[in-house]
């Protein structure tokens, strides 16, 4: 038995686009997760499931390999549950992340928005 502690980043990026989309979408934006500092985690993780909204054709993302992540554009923020499973003989999956996507901020002076959040991980493989 071993121990392993995992760090992750989980964030996203937002961009005001110049004109909006025929569907209305203001934003391009992107939600990742990755290791601290570009740190490879592919040796611990088996997949990341990023759960988007139900108005998003194919709303579960799943993604076996880095990079982790998806790019859409849209018009809103909203609760994005993220889970990730890693490599692991008992427990598969970390645990389910909700993680909100703004996709403006009111006191922000650029037309750019970026949030990360760092998770440190601890699990036990037998």
Known sequence: QCTVQVKL??????QLRKKATTEGFTHDWMVFVRGPETCDIQHFVERVVFRLHESF????????????KVEESGYAGFLMPIEVYFKNKVNKLLKRIYFTSFLS????????TA???YRKVIFINF
């Open 115 to 117: 949030t990360e959040v």
């Open 57 to 68: 054709p194919k709303p579960k993302r799943v993604c076996k390999e880095p990079p982790y």
């Open 105 to 112: 901020c009111k006191k922000c002076i650029s037309p750019k």
């Open 9 to 14: 980043e989980l964030g996203h990026r937002a």
